[in-house]
């Protein structure tokens, strides 16, 4: 597998951790019960700790492609375990 592979493998795990985290932790303006200025939604997050959520997801994005990487180095992931819904033509 060639670095530009995990690199894409990395970008595509790290979004997918990172919009699972979004919603972890926040409290809405509404919910932390303070005076929110008008004109901006009652349900605007309050404090969404991106910086943390950004580092938390670096770091569990790089233990999952870690995981990723070792399953497949050891065989345990192939394409050709994959099912095909059609066979391909004999040439």
Do not use: C
């Not at 200025?37 to 569990?60: C, Y």
Request: hydrophobic fraction near 55%; aromatic fraction near 14%.
């Amino acid at each position: 597998m060639s670095a530009l592979t995990l690199i894409a493998i990395y970008f595509l795990i790290w979004w997918i951790v990172f919009f699972a985290m979004l919603p972890l932790g926040v409290k809405s303006q509404h919910e932390a019960q303070m005076e929110f200025e008008p004109g901006t939604d009652p349900g605007a997050p309050h404090r969404p700790l991106l910086w943390w959520k950004i580092a938390a997801t670096t770091v569990v994005a790089g233990v999952l492609l870690t995981i990723f990487y070792a399953v497949w180095n050891a065989g345990g992931l192939s394409l050709d375990r994959l099912p095909m819904p059609f066979t391909l033509p004999k040439t």
